[in-house]
């Protein structure tokens, strides 16, 4: 008799086991679809130029979407930070729509001021998602007097 209890009991045992099993896999299975928000990557090329005060220099600014597959097509927008008031850029002012893991190649102008001192002046391009600004993407395009 107590031989047939303990058969029922391990069969009971294994059925709950196995549920919680399937249980965690579903868990897992629904992490896996969902959209992850990553800061897209930023990459600027030359990194650092040489140039006269005054001059304006051209960057080559790579920007590429690192969002999970899951993820719908984001907007993302560029804005930056000069090394001073008296510096001028060019950015895009339209939002660049790209899908997961897509990128765009678009052009960064910087111009400094026709006064200004020997140095180093970095200059960084942050690229963010309307709906993920804390998720920012940042670049450095360093013009050096």
């Known amino acids: ?32 679809s969902e959209c992850k928000h990553i800061a897209p990557n930023v990459t600027v090329y030359p990194p650092s130029q040489l140039g006269q005060p005054g001059e304006i220099l051209s960057y080559s600014v790579n920007l590429t979407n690192k969002n999970s597959s899951p993820c719908q097509t984001a907007n993302f927008y560029i ?46 391009i942050i690229a963010y998602e309307s709906s993920q600004q804390s998720n920012a993407g940042v670049g450095t395009a360093t013009y050096l007097v």
Do not use: H, R
């Open 79 to 124: 804005t930056d930070v000069n090394p001073g008031t008296t510096w001028v850029s060019t950015i895009p002012t339209q939002p660049f729509s790209l899908c997961n893991g897509c990128n765009v190649i678009f052009e960064y102008e910087l111009q400094s001021p026709s006064n200004v001192q020997p140095g180093n002046y970095p200059s960084y």
């Open 1 to 32: 008799m107590q031989s047939k209890k303990l058969v029922k009991i391990i069969l009971v045992l294994g059925f709950i086991i196995n549920l919680i099993i399937l249980a965690q896999l579903s868990i897992s299975s629904a992490n896996l």
